[in-house]
C-alpha cells in the first residue's frame, strides 16, 4: 500500500538523518491525515490508494505553482525547496505518460468512445481518468483532447 511506502520512507529518511525528506514527508503523512478526516466528515472511509495518489498530485501542482511565484519574487532558495519536495513525492507517483503515449492514449479514448465532437468531450475525459488516473496530468490533457475533436 501506498501508505506503508511513505511511512517506510520516513523512518529510513529519519535513521539517515534526511531532515529535507522527513520534513516533506511528514507534511505528505499530514496532509494524507487531513484528507482521511474530511472523507471521515462525509461518512467515507480512508482514502484509497488511487485518492492518494489524487492528493500527491494536487501537493506537487501547488508547490509548482509556488515556485513560479517565488522566482517571480526573487526567491530562488525557496523555489529550490519545492522543487526537493516535488522530486520527494513525485517517487510515490506512477511514471508519467509521455506526450507522445498521451496524445495516443487520447486518440485511442475517442474512437472507443466514438466521440465526433465536443459534446462528446466529457466522455473522452472520463474514459481517460477511469484508465490513467495519476498517470496522465489532465489539465494538459483536456486542450489536447478539445484539439483532437475540432480536428
Known sequence: MLRDDINNALKDAMKARDERRVSTLRLVNSTLKNADIDARGQGKGP??????????????????ESITLYEQGG?????????????????????????????????????????ASMKDM????????????GRMDFGKASPLVKQMLQG
Open 75 to 115: 526567491r530562488n532558495e525557496l523555489a529550490q525547496q519545492e522543487r526537493d519536495e516535488i522530486t520527494i513525492i513525485s517517487a510515490y507517483l506512477p511514471r508519467q505518460l509521455s506526450d507522445d503515449e498521451a496524445r495516443a492514449a487520447i486518440a485511442q479514448a475517442i474512437t472507443e468512445t466514438g466521440a
Open 122 to 133: 466529457g466522455k473522452v475525459i472520463a474514459a481517460l481518468k477511469a484508465r490513467y488516473t
Open 47 to 64: 482514502l484509497a490508494d488511487d485518492e492518494v495518489l489524487s492528493v500527491l498530485q494536487k501537493m506537487i501542482k501547488q508547490r509548482q
